[in-house]
Protein backbone atom coordinates (compact mmCIF):
# COMPACT_ATOMS: atom_id res chain seq x y z
CA UNK A 1 0.00 0.00 0.00
CA UNK A 2 2.96 2.60 0.88
CA UNK A 3 4.45 1.70 -2.49
CA UNK A 4 1.46 2.59 -4.51
CA UNK A 5 0.93 5.72 -2.41
CA UNK A 6 4.35 6.61 -3.76
CA UNK A 7 5.40 7.41 0.09
CA UNK A 8 9.28 7.04 0.97
CA UNK A 9 9.51 3.67 2.91
CA UNK A 10 12.62 4.39 5.02
CA UNK A 11 12.18 8.08 6.02
CA UNK A 12 8.74 6.67 6.49
CA UNK A 13 9.42 4.02 8.96
CA UNK A 14 11.79 6.34 11.14
CA UNK A 15 8.57 8.83 11.16
CA UNK A 16 6.28 6.19 12.43
CA UNK A 17 9.21 4.90 15.13
CA UNK A 18 9.52 8.70 16.36
CA UNK A 19 5.54 9.05 16.61
CA UNK A 20 5.24 5.96 18.68
CA UNK A 21 7.63 6.63 20.80
CA UNK A 22 6.57 10.75 21.26
CA UNK A 23 2.99 9.25 22.11
CA UNK A 24 4.01 6.61 24.44
CA UNK A 25 5.65 9.07 26.85
CA UNK A 26 3.70 11.97 26.92
CA UNK A 27 -0.17 10.19 26.59
CA UNK A 28 0.34 6.97 27.94
CA UNK A 29 2.09 8.08 31.31
CA UNK A 30 -1.05 10.02 32.23
CA UNK A 31 -2.48 9.18 35.67
CA UNK A 32 -6.33 8.35 35.41
CA UNK A 33 -7.42 8.92 31.72
CA UNK A 34 -10.93 8.50 30.67
CA UNK A 35 -11.71 5.14 29.49
CA UNK A 36 -12.39 6.63 26.29
CA UNK A 37 -9.43 7.40 25.37
CA UNK A 38 -8.51 4.16 24.27
CA UNK A 39 -10.50 5.09 21.24
CA UNK A 40 -8.50 7.39 20.12
CA UNK A 41 -4.76 5.60 21.06
CA UNK A 42 -6.31 3.68 18.85
CA UNK A 43 -6.94 5.56 15.88
CA UNK A 44 -3.01 6.91 16.61
CA UNK A 45 -2.22 3.52 16.33
CA UNK A 46 -3.77 2.91 13.47
CA UNK A 47 -3.12 6.65 11.73
CA UNK A 48 -0.70 5.59 9.53
CA UNK A 49 -2.46 1.74 8.94
CA UNK A 50 -6.26 1.31 9.32
CA UNK A 51 -7.26 4.96 8.62
CA UNK A 52 -5.23 4.94 5.04
CA UNK A 53 -6.41 1.43 4.05
CA UNK A 54 -10.42 3.25 4.62
CA UNK A 55 -9.24 6.03 2.43
CA UNK A 56 -7.76 3.84 -0.32
CA UNK A 57 -10.75 1.84 -0.70
CA UNK A 58 -12.55 4.76 -1.00
CA UNK A 59 -10.01 5.45 -3.84
CA UNK A 60 -10.96 2.35 -5.46
CA UNK A 61 -14.36 2.66 -5.28
CA UNK A 62 -14.02 5.48 -7.37
CA UNK A 63 -14.47 8.84 -4.52
CA UNK A 64 -11.78 11.64 -4.10
CA UNK A 65 -10.22 13.08 -1.38
CA UNK A 66 -9.58 16.29 -0.86
CA UNK A 67 -6.72 17.61 1.55
CA UNK A 68 -7.54 21.03 3.07
CA UNK A 69 -5.00 22.98 6.02
CA UNK A 70 -7.35 25.45 7.22
CA UNK A 71 -10.84 25.65 8.29
CA UNK A 72 -12.02 27.96 5.84
CA UNK A 73 -12.37 25.11 3.22
CA UNK A 74 -16.38 23.81 3.86
CA UNK A 75 -16.45 20.01 4.48
CA UNK A 76 -20.02 20.41 3.94
CA UNK A 77 -19.47 20.64 0.13
CA UNK A 78 -16.70 18.03 -0.29
CA UNK A 79 -19.10 15.70 2.03
CA UNK A 80 -22.16 16.45 -0.11
CA UNK A 81 -20.19 15.73 -3.09
CA UNK A 82 -19.73 11.99 -2.28
CA UNK A 83 -15.81 13.05 -0.94
CA UNK A 84 -13.79 12.46 1.68
CA UNK A 85 -12.15 15.79 3.31
CA UNK A 86 -8.50 15.06 5.21
CA UNK A 87 -6.91 17.75 7.45
CA UNK A 88 -3.21 17.03 6.63
CA UNK A 89 -0.64 17.24 9.18
CA UNK A 90 1.40 20.38 9.83
CA UNK A 91 2.76 20.02 13.31
CA UNK A 92 6.10 17.88 13.18
CA UNK A 93 10.06 18.94 12.89
CA UNK A 94 10.41 15.44 11.60
CA UNK A 95 9.38 17.10 7.87
CA UNK A 96 11.14 20.76 8.21
CA UNK A 97 14.25 19.72 6.79
CA UNK A 98 13.01 18.67 3.42
CA UNK A 99 10.75 21.60 3.27
CA UNK A 100 13.99 23.54 3.58
CA UNK A 101 15.59 21.94 0.46
CA UNK A 102 13.10 23.90 -1.82
CA UNK A 103 11.55 26.87 1.18
CA UNK A 104 13.31 29.72 3.12
CA UNK A 105 13.93 29.16 6.35
CA UNK A 106 12.52 32.32 8.29
CA UNK A 107 8.87 31.17 7.77
CA UNK A 108 6.26 29.17 9.91
CA UNK A 109 6.77 25.74 10.97
CA UNK A 110 3.42 24.97 10.56
CA UNK A 111 3.98 25.77 6.45
CA UNK A 112 7.06 23.60 6.44
CA UNK A 113 6.11 20.91 7.92
CA UNK A 114 2.95 20.16 5.55
CA UNK A 115 5.14 21.13 2.68
CA UNK A 116 7.98 18.92 4.38
CA UNK A 117 5.63 16.05 4.42
CA UNK A 118 4.87 16.20 0.54
CA UNK A 119 8.36 16.97 -0.80
CA UNK A 120 9.63 14.22 1.43
CA UNK A 121 6.87 11.66 0.48
CA UNK A 122 6.35 10.85 3.73
CA UNK A 123 2.48 11.65 4.23
CA UNK A 124 0.30 8.61 2.96
CA UNK A 125 -2.65 10.98 3.60
CA UNK A 126 -1.24 13.66 1.67
CA UNK A 127 -0.11 11.15 -0.71
CA UNK A 128 -3.85 9.64 -0.78
CA UNK A 129 -5.08 13.00 -1.72
CA UNK A 130 -6.82 13.84 -5.19
CA UNK A 131 -6.56 17.62 -4.85
CA UNK A 132 -5.33 20.09 -1.54
CA UNK A 133 -7.49 23.04 -1.08
CA UNK A 134 -5.67 26.11 0.14
CA UNK A 135 -6.60 29.24 0.81
CA UNK A 136 -5.71 32.99 0.88
CA UNK A 137 -5.43 33.45 4.79
CA UNK A 138 -2.00 34.61 5.69
CA UNK A 139 0.96 35.44 3.45
CA UNK A 140 3.26 32.60 4.22
CA UNK A 141 0.27 29.62 3.05
CA UNK A 142 -1.24 31.49 0.22
CA UNK A 143 2.80 31.92 -1.35
CA UNK A 144 3.72 28.02 -0.75
CA UNK A 145 0.22 26.68 -2.53
CA UNK A 146 1.68 28.72 -5.44
CA UNK A 147 4.89 26.23 -5.08
CA UNK A 148 2.82 22.84 -4.11
CA UNK A 149 0.28 23.20 -7.10
CA UNK A 150 4.50 21.92 -9.06
CA UNK A 151 3.76 18.80 -6.93
CA UNK A 152 -0.08 17.66 -6.62
CA UNK A 153 -3.12 19.41 -7.86
CA UNK A 154 -4.13 22.20 -5.84
CA UNK A 155 -7.13 24.41 -5.38
CA UNK A 156 -6.58 27.73 -4.00
CA UNK A 157 -10.17 29.75 -2.17
CA UNK A 158 -9.97 33.34 -1.91
CA UNK A 159 -10.91 34.55 1.16
CA UNK A 160 -11.38 38.25 1.71
CA UNK A 161 -10.05 39.91 4.67
CA UNK A 162 -11.84 42.55 6.04
CA UNK A 163 -14.87 40.75 7.76
CA UNK A 164 -18.87 42.06 7.35
CA UNK A 165 -18.83 44.58 4.28
CA UNK A 166 -20.99 44.10 1.37
CA UNK A 167 -17.85 43.58 -0.90
CA UNK A 168 -16.99 40.45 1.25
CA UNK A 169 -19.57 39.00 1.43
CA UNK A 170 -20.35 38.63 -1.85
CA UNK A 171 -16.73 37.73 -2.95
CA UNK A 172 -16.61 34.43 0.21
CA UNK A 173 -20.56 33.58 -0.82
CA UNK A 174 -19.31 33.49 -4.53
CA UNK A 175 -16.02 31.43 -4.07
CA UNK A 176 -18.22 29.25 -1.63
CA UNK A 177 -20.46 28.59 -5.55
CA UNK A 178 -16.92 28.41 -7.15
CA UNK A 179 -15.87 25.45 -4.28
CA UNK A 180 -18.94 23.61 -5.17
CA UNK A 181 -18.60 23.46 -8.92
CA UNK A 182 -15.16 22.48 -8.10
CA UNK A 183 -15.88 19.71 -6.36
CA UNK A 184 -18.99 18.76 -8.59
CA UNK A 185 -16.07 18.11 -11.45
CA UNK A 186 -13.74 16.55 -9.75
CA UNK A 187 -15.94 13.82 -8.67
CA UNK A 188 -18.40 14.10 -11.14
CA UNK A 189 -21.46 14.33 -8.72
CA UNK A 190 -23.77 17.33 -8.72
CA UNK A 191 -24.58 18.33 -5.02
CA UNK A 192 -28.19 18.95 -4.65
CA UNK A 193 -30.26 19.94 -1.68
CA UNK A 194 -30.84 16.82 0.00
CA UNK A 195 -27.13 15.49 -0.34
CA UNK A 196 -25.87 19.12 0.84
CA UNK A 197 -28.50 19.01 3.99
CA UNK A 198 -26.91 15.75 5.11
CA UNK A 199 -23.66 16.80 4.96
CA UNK A 200 -24.67 20.12 6.77
CA UNK A 201 -26.32 17.47 9.49
CA UNK A 202 -23.66 15.34 9.47
CA UNK A 203 -20.09 17.87 10.36
CA UNK A 204 -23.06 19.76 12.77
CA UNK A 205 -23.44 16.32 14.44
CA UNK A 206 -19.47 15.89 15.06
CA UNK A 207 -18.85 19.39 16.26
CA UNK A 208 -21.74 19.11 18.86
CA UNK A 209 -20.15 16.15 19.82
CA UNK A 210 -16.92 18.12 20.37
CA UNK A 211 -18.42 20.89 22.25
CA UNK A 212 -19.83 18.98 24.48
CA UNK A 213 -16.36 17.44 25.53
CA UNK A 214 -15.19 20.59 25.97
CA UNK A 215 -18.03 21.87 28.17
CA UNK A 216 -17.07 19.29 31.06
CA UNK A 217 -13.75 20.82 30.74
CA UNK A 218 -15.26 24.18 32.71
CA UNK A 219 -15.74 22.09 35.19
CA UNK A 220 -13.04 21.87 38.68
CA UNK A 221 -11.73 19.51 39.00
CA UNK A 222 -11.61 18.81 34.76
CA UNK A 223 -12.35 15.50 33.58
CA UNK A 224 -9.84 15.28 31.05
CA UNK A 225 -6.15 16.39 30.95
CA UNK A 226 -5.60 19.20 27.88
CA UNK A 227 -3.55 16.78 26.24
CA UNK A 228 -6.60 14.52 25.47
CA UNK A 229 -8.80 17.23 24.95
CA UNK A 230 -6.48 18.32 22.05
CA UNK A 231 -5.84 15.01 20.55
CA UNK A 232 -9.58 14.84 20.28
CA UNK A 233 -9.74 18.05 18.47
CA UNK A 234 -6.50 16.87 16.13
CA UNK A 235 -8.08 13.27 15.43
CA UNK A 236 -11.35 15.03 13.92
CA UNK A 237 -9.63 16.25 10.98
CA UNK A 238 -8.62 12.98 9.50
CA UNK A 239 -10.92 10.21 11.37
CA UNK A 240 -14.44 8.63 9.58
CA UNK A 241 -17.02 11.64 10.68
CA UNK A 242 -19.53 9.00 11.72
CA UNK A 243 -17.57 6.79 14.03
CA UNK A 244 -15.56 10.07 15.28
CA UNK A 245 -19.06 11.39 16.30
CA UNK A 246 -20.03 8.10 17.91
CA UNK A 247 -16.93 8.05 19.93
CA UNK A 248 -16.58 11.75 21.19
CA UNK A 249 -20.16 11.64 22.44
CA UNK A 250 -19.11 8.49 24.27
CA UNK A 251 -16.18 10.31 25.39
CA UNK A 252 -18.35 12.91 26.43
CA UNK A 253 -20.95 11.06 28.09
CA UNK A 254 -18.11 9.84 30.25
CA UNK A 255 -16.68 12.89 30.65
CA UNK A 256 -20.23 14.31 32.45
CA UNK A 257 -20.00 11.34 34.76
CA UNK A 258 -17.14 12.05 35.88
CA UNK A 259 -17.98 15.43 36.72
CA UNK A 260 -21.25 14.55 38.25
CA UNK A 261 -19.42 11.78 40.79
CA UNK A 262 -16.37 15.07 41.06
CA UNK A 263 -13.79 12.85 39.51
CA UNK A 264 -10.89 14.67 37.38
CA UNK A 265 -7.50 14.51 36.19
CA UNK A 266 -6.48 17.37 37.66
CA UNK A 267 -5.40 19.17 41.70
CA UNK A 268 -8.44 21.49 41.91
CA UNK A 269 -6.43 23.79 43.86
CA UNK A 270 -3.58 25.19 41.11
CA UNK A 271 -4.50 27.65 38.47
CA UNK A 272 -6.44 26.51 35.21
CA UNK A 273 -4.83 27.77 31.89
CA UNK A 274 -6.14 28.24 28.63
CA UNK A 275 -4.49 28.18 25.15
CA UNK A 276 -4.71 30.59 22.72
CA UNK A 277 -3.06 31.30 19.25
CA UNK A 278 -1.94 29.61 16.33
CA UNK A 279 -3.07 26.00 15.70
CA UNK A 280 -1.30 23.21 16.99
CA UNK A 281 -1.20 20.28 14.23
CA UNK A 282 -1.47 17.12 15.17
CA UNK A 283 1.46 15.84 16.36
CA UNK A 284 2.38 19.24 17.87
CA UNK A 285 1.65 18.40 21.52
CA UNK A 286 4.60 20.82 22.72
CA UNK A 287 3.00 23.15 24.88
CA UNK A 288 0.15 21.51 25.94
CA UNK A 289 2.57 18.94 27.63
CA UNK A 290 5.18 21.14 29.17
CA UNK A 291 2.55 22.98 30.53
CA UNK A 292 0.74 20.18 31.83
CA UNK A 293 3.97 18.46 33.06
CA UNK A 294 4.04 21.64 35.86
CA UNK A 295 1.00 19.83 37.12
CA UNK A 296 -1.38 23.21 35.89
CA UNK A 297 -4.74 22.07 33.78
CA UNK A 298 -4.73 23.26 30.02
CA UNK A 299 -8.76 23.81 30.09
CA UNK A 300 -9.64 24.94 26.73
CA UNK A 301 -8.22 26.02 23.05
CA UNK A 302 -9.04 29.01 21.16
CA UNK A 303 -7.41 27.94 18.20
CA UNK A 304 -8.55 26.44 15.17
CA UNK A 305 -7.49 22.92 16.59
CA UNK A 306 -9.86 23.65 19.32
CA UNK A 307 -13.01 25.96 19.43
CA UNK A 308 -12.85 28.10 16.59
CA UNK A 309 -13.61 24.73 14.74
CA UNK A 310 -16.62 23.24 16.73
CA UNK A 311 -18.26 26.61 18.16
CA UNK A 312 -20.12 27.28 15.35
CA UNK A 313 -22.72 25.46 13.47
CA UNK A 314 -24.34 25.84 9.68
CA UNK A 315 -28.03 26.74 10.36
CA UNK A 316 -29.86 26.89 7.22
CA UNK A 317 -33.19 29.19 7.34
CA UNK A 318 -34.99 27.82 4.53
CA UNK A 319 -34.64 24.86 2.53
CA UNK A 320 -33.66 26.42 -1.04
CA UNK A 321 -29.85 25.79 -2.38
CA UNK A 322 -29.20 29.38 -2.10
CA UNK A 323 -30.19 29.27 1.53
CA UNK A 324 -28.10 26.40 2.06
CA UNK A 325 -25.53 28.29 0.86
CA UNK A 326 -26.02 31.47 2.66
CA UNK A 327 -25.95 29.04 6.15
CA UNK A 328 -22.71 28.16 5.02
CA UNK A 329 -21.25 31.69 4.08
CA UNK A 330 -22.49 32.65 7.50
CA UNK A 331 -21.33 30.26 9.77
CA UNK A 332 -17.36 30.37 7.67
CA UNK A 333 -17.37 34.08 7.67
CA UNK A 334 -17.98 33.57 11.78
CA UNK A 335 -14.55 31.98 11.68
CA UNK A 336 -12.21 35.15 13.64
CA UNK A 337 -8.78 33.75 12.29
CA UNK A 338 -5.62 36.70 13.12
CA UNK A 339 -5.78 36.75 9.34
CA UNK A 340 -8.68 39.26 9.10
CA UNK A 341 -8.77 42.88 9.77
CA UNK A 342 -10.14 44.30 12.21
CA UNK A 343 -10.68 41.01 14.14
CA UNK A 344 -12.60 42.63 17.25
CA UNK A 345 -14.59 39.63 17.62
CA UNK A 346 -11.79 37.31 18.08
CA UNK A 347 -10.50 39.54 21.00
CA UNK A 348 -13.99 39.62 22.84
CA UNK A 349 -14.39 35.93 22.01
CA UNK A 350 -10.81 34.91 23.76
CA UNK A 351 -11.83 36.95 27.15
CA UNK A 352 -15.35 35.42 26.92
CA UNK A 353 -14.01 31.64 26.66
CA UNK A 354 -11.74 32.57 29.63
CA UNK A 355 -14.61 33.80 31.89
CA UNK A 356 -16.82 30.71 30.60
CA UNK A 357 -13.49 28.39 31.39
CA UNK A 358 -12.82 29.87 34.65
CA UNK A 359 -9.14 30.28 33.11
CA UNK A 360 -6.74 31.75 35.86
CA UNK A 361 -4.59 33.03 33.10
CA UNK A 362 -4.09 32.40 28.95
CA UNK A 363 -1.22 30.94 27.32
CA UNK A 364 -0.67 32.82 24.20
CA UNK A 365 1.00 30.00 21.54
CA UNK A 366 2.80 32.17 18.25
CA UNK A 367 4.44 29.75 16.16
CA UNK A 368 7.87 31.39 14.81
CA UNK A 369 7.41 33.78 12.00
CA UNK A 370 3.27 34.28 12.19
CA UNK A 371 2.96 37.90 12.06
CA UNK A 372 -0.83 37.85 12.85
CA UNK A 373 -0.85 35.89 15.31
CA UNK A 374 1.80 37.95 16.88
CA UNK A 375 0.93 41.58 16.64
CA UNK A 376 -2.65 40.99 17.90
CA UNK A 377 -1.35 39.19 21.08
CA UNK A 378 -1.14 43.30 21.56
CA UNK A 379 -4.89 43.60 21.38
CA UNK A 380 -5.71 39.88 23.07
CA UNK A 381 -3.57 40.89 25.92
CA UNK A 382 -4.80 44.41 26.86
CA UNK A 383 -8.29 43.35 26.68
CA UNK A 384 -7.26 40.00 28.87
CA UNK A 385 -5.39 42.38 31.53
CA UNK A 386 -8.28 44.59 31.50
CA UNK A 387 -10.51 41.98 32.36
CA UNK A 388 -8.34 40.82 34.78
CA UNK A 389 -7.19 37.73 33.22
CA UNK A 390 -3.24 37.78 32.90
CA UNK A 391 -1.96 36.28 29.52
CA UNK A 392 1.61 35.01 29.41
CA UNK A 393 2.82 35.22 24.85
CA UNK A 394 5.24 32.23 23.86
CA UNK A 395 6.64 32.14 20.50
CA UNK A 396 8.36 29.14 19.55
CA UNK A 397 8.36 26.39 16.90
CA UNK A 398 8.58 22.54 17.22
CA UNK A 399 12.39 22.29 18.28
CA UNK A 400 12.76 20.85 21.55
CA UNK A 401 15.52 23.43 22.30
CA UNK A 402 13.00 25.80 24.43
CA UNK A 403 11.10 23.41 25.95
CA UNK A 404 13.48 23.52 29.53
CA UNK A 405 13.47 27.50 29.06
CA UNK A 406 9.46 27.85 28.37
CA UNK A 407 9.04 25.18 31.43
CA UNK A 408 10.69 27.67 33.19
CA UNK A 409 8.48 30.85 32.02
CA UNK A 410 5.57 28.62 32.40
CA UNK A 411 6.27 27.62 35.55
CA UNK A 412 7.00 31.44 37.06
CA UNK A 413 3.71 32.38 35.22
CA UNK A 414 1.63 30.56 37.01
CA UNK A 415 3.14 30.88 40.98
CA UNK A 416 1.21 34.22 40.23
CA UNK A 417 -1.85 33.18 39.56
CA UNK A 418 -4.96 32.36 41.91
CA UNK A 419 -6.91 28.99 41.52
CA UNK A 420 -10.32 30.11 40.22
S1 LIG B 1 -5.33 30.13 11.99
FE1 LIG B 1 -6.41 31.06 10.27
S2 LIG B 1 -5.24 30.41 8.51
FE2 LIG B 1 -4.66 29.04 10.17
S3 LIG B 1 -6.05 27.27 10.05
FE3 LIG B 1 -6.99 28.77 11.39
S4 LIG B 1 -8.37 29.97 10.13
FE4 LIG B 1 -6.92 28.93 8.77
S1 LIG C 1 0.42 29.82 12.13
FE1 LIG C 1 0.36 31.89 11.21
S2 LIG C 1 1.97 31.90 9.65
FE2 LIG C 1 1.55 29.77 10.18
S3 LIG C 1 0.04 29.08 8.71
FE3 LIG C 1 -1.11 29.80 10.48
S4 LIG C 1 -1.56 31.96 10.12
FE4 LIG C 1 0.06 31.33 8.66
Not at 312 to 323: A, I, R
Amino acid sequence: MWKDLGLNLEKHDVLLNALAKGYGDLFMTQKNRPAGMGYFDFVISEVHGLRIKELVDRKKAGKKIIGAFCLYVPEELVYAADATMVGLCGGADFSIPDAETVLPRNICPLVKSFFGFKVGATCPYFNSCDMVVGETTCDAKKKVYEVLADYTPTYVMEIPHKVDTEQSKALWLSEIKLFKQQMETLTGNVIEKDSLKEAIRLINEKKKAMKRVSDTRKASPTPISGLDALLVNQVSFYDDVNRFTLKTNELADELEKRNADGVGVGDPSKPRLMFSGCPMAIPNWKLHSIIESTGVPVVAEESCIGSRYFTDLVEPKGDSMDSLLEAIWDRYHNISCACFTPNDDRVTKVVDMAREYNASGVVYNVLQYCHTYNIEAIKVDKALKAAGVPMLKVETDYGSEDVEQIRTRVEAFTEMLRPV
